[in-house]
């Protein structure tokens, strides 16, 4: 991944509020502290939607590096990555999230429409969390849905 900044992609104000919505709604039906959209900021990658909870550590508009974060690999490989629980997995217990105490991950790459990426969606989780066949599958449909409003 080069690390010349790029221009950030925008999203109006309506896809926003619809996104967050369902950012929201993936949190509480798979009960996990965080659930996201990142967006790449190269040569950072920023917290762009989060599920509005208390329980959730991470900030939302917290923009940090994308060297060795989940999310990084994500973009960096254009593939699904699912990490069951970090502090037992050597290539991932120095991630950021790490920090903050999200040790799970699952997450899926989202594209503009041109195929270059826009950021990711991921579920992460305080606790171990194998993440299933149905936890991937909403997070597909979503990533569709999500890169369909790219498009408009």
Known sequence: MT??????????????????????????????????ITRLRLPKIENFILNQSEDNPAKAGHIGRITGSYCGHVIDTNETL???????????????????????????????????????????????????GDQEETLRQMKAEFEADLAE
């Open 3 to 36: 690390d010349t900044p790029a221009p950030v992609r925008e999203v109006n104000d309506k896809t926003r509020e619809n996104w967050q919505g369902k950012i929201n709604a993936l949190a509480e039906k798979y009960n996990v502290p965080c659930a996201a």
């Open 82 to 132: 699912h990490v069951p629980d970090a502090l037992s997995d050597p290539d991932w217990d120095q991630n950021p999230d790490v920090k903050i105490n999200l040790i799970a991950y699952l997450g899926l790459p989202l594209l503009n429409p041109d195929g270059t990426p826009f950021g990711t969606i991921c579920i992460l989780d305080d606790r171990e969390n194998q993440f299933d």
